[in-house]
């Protein structure tokens, strides 16, 4: 099946500083979405973004579907963005296969 | 619009029994799936469901099963229970047959 790889596993930064979250996958995809989990375990969609560049205030993800990679950057953390940041993929976009997730990226903001 | 609920958010059980968790997708959404989260394997895909019907099983033991209803609310069933069955489950649905999936907040069983 298709791989992915998130990486850095963790990180540690101070508040105020940016980071860039990456993703690889082995495959083409249809489907890319990006996840913030919250300490209660919930899955915060936070893109959807198969190919392309989107930008939500600090937040901005960019993914070349032909090198297959996704980034996800984080401009000026708080320590609201602590917890963990996952990348998922669907080969078909029809959603039967479900979506494979990435091992995430546990970041922790110091404030 | 409400988002994803799941029951109940907390569960403890004894190795052997059965347990039954119950998902109400996003209102006018048709699909769900289901995935088990571990610290050993992760987050992991469990089965889909649209309109009523399984279109894809995870590789996950016939211990696991699941069903929709017509109103497409869901449940999972995993009986005989085992000490690695621990874990979060989490309930997705999409509008359609994918491609954006919204989750709940999820189930978390603790087997003893």
């Known amino acids: 099946g298709i791989q992915v790889e998130q990486s850095p596993p963790d990180l540690i930064l101070q508040e105020g500083a940016n980071s860039t979250l990456r993703c690889n996958f082995s495959?083409?995809?249809?489907?890319l979405q990006w996840f913030h989990q919250n300490p209660w375990g919930q899955l915060i969609n936070l893109f959807y973004i198969p190919s392309g560049t989107k930008q939500n205030g600090r937040l901005s993800a960019t993914t070349v579907a032909t090198e297959r990679y996704s980034l996800l950057y984080i401009s000026s953390s708080q320590t609201t963005d602590s917890g963990v940041y996952f990348c998922?993929?669907?080969?078909?976009?029809?959603?039967?296969?479900?979506?494979?997730f990435g091992k995430g990226t546990h970041l922790i903001i110091q404030p | 619009k409400a988002g994803v609920t799941q029951t109940p958010r907390y569960l403890i059980k004894t190795r052997g029994q059965q347990v039954t968790l119950s998902c109400s997708p996003i209102?006018?959404?048709?699909?769900v799936s289901w995935y088990q989260q571990t610290p050993g394997q992760g987050l992991q895909f469990l089965f889909e469901y649209f309109s009523e019907t399984q279109r894809n099983k995870g590789n996950f033991p016939g211990r696991f099963s699941g069903r929709q209803f017509s109103n497409s609310r869901s449940e999972m069933n995993v009986s005989t229970l085992e000490l690695g069955d621990s874990a979060l489950y989490l309930c997705a649905s999409s509008q359609g047959q994918g491609p954006l999936w919204y989750f709940g907040p999820g189930t978390r069983l603790t087997v003893t």
């Open positions: 495959d083409s995809v249809n489907n």
């Open positions: 209102s006018g959404h048709r699909s």
């Open positions: 998922a993929v669907d080969l078909s976009g029809g959603g039967a296969d479900g979506l494979t």
